[in-house]
């Protein structure tokens, strides 16, 4: 397990953050889903799920609750996630860091950051999922101990598609 970088600091996203946070993840998504997706698919999914008026929502209603992290100061990625109580578990539904930090335990931070939550909320399973194509990201998430337990293929509109992994993990005792 990588060391968390003393640089690194994980914390709720504010509204103020909406806006440099939605330019983080677009540029994070051209940059990393060609090849993936297409650019096309891009656009609509960064509309769908990132708009600020969704986040700002999500945020207010408590529907899901967002956290950034910040690399010296700078905002450098975030996550997201949300109890399933019809699942008994929580959705582990964003992960992002921008390739600048990648490699540094950033993201290991953020996910550790998931598993505690999901601890405090009383569920001992965390699940996400991943495009199948995402080689590198589903390897990072092995390597976090997630393993796959299913796989999904879901009509998002506009005739795309998510083709998903499902991954999930027991994180009993982690909180
Ligand atoms: C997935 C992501 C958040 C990982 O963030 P990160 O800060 O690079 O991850 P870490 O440095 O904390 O690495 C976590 C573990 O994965 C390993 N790892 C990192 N990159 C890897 C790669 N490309 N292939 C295999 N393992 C990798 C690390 O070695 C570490 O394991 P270890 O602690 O056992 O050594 C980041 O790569 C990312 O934002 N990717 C693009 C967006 C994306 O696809 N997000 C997921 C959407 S479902």
Same mark, same amino acid.
């Given at each position: 397990m990588l060391p968390v970088p003393d640089d690194c600091r994980i914390s709720p996203l504010a509204t103020a953050d909406i806006a440099p946070l939605t330019a983080l993840v677009r540029e994070i998504w051209?940059?990393? =889903?060609?090849?993936?997706?297409t650019v096309k698919q891009i656009e609509y999914m960064l509309e769908q799920r990132y708009s600020p008026d969704t986040i700002r929502a999500?945020?207010?209603? !408590?529907?899901? $609750?967002? +956290?950034? &992290? &910040? +690399?010296? !100061?700078? &905002? !450098? !990625?975030?996550?997201? =996630?949300?109890a399933d109580d019809a $699942? $008994?578990? +929580?959705?582990?539904?964003?992960l992002y860091v921008h390739a600048l930090f990648r490699g540094r335990g950033c993201g290991a931070a953020l996910a550790r950051h998931v598993e505690q939550a999901a601890g405090t909320l009383g569920y001992d399973k965390v699940y996400l999922q991943v495009n199948r194509n995402n080689f590198d990201s589903i390897a990072v998430y092995r390597r976090l101990g997630f393993e796959v337990i299913d796989r999904v293929k879901t009509d998002i509109g506009r005739g795309f598609y998510m083709d998903d992994y499902v991954m999930a993990k027991v994180v009993r005792g982690e909180a």
């Open positions: 051209h940059q990393h =889903y060609p090849g993936i997706i999500e945020i207010e209603s !408590g529907a899901a $609750r967002w +956290v950034k &992290l &910040l +690399v010296n !100061g700078e &905002l !450098g !990625g975030f996550a997201s =996630y949300a $699942r $008994r578990a +929580v959705k582990f539904d964003k």
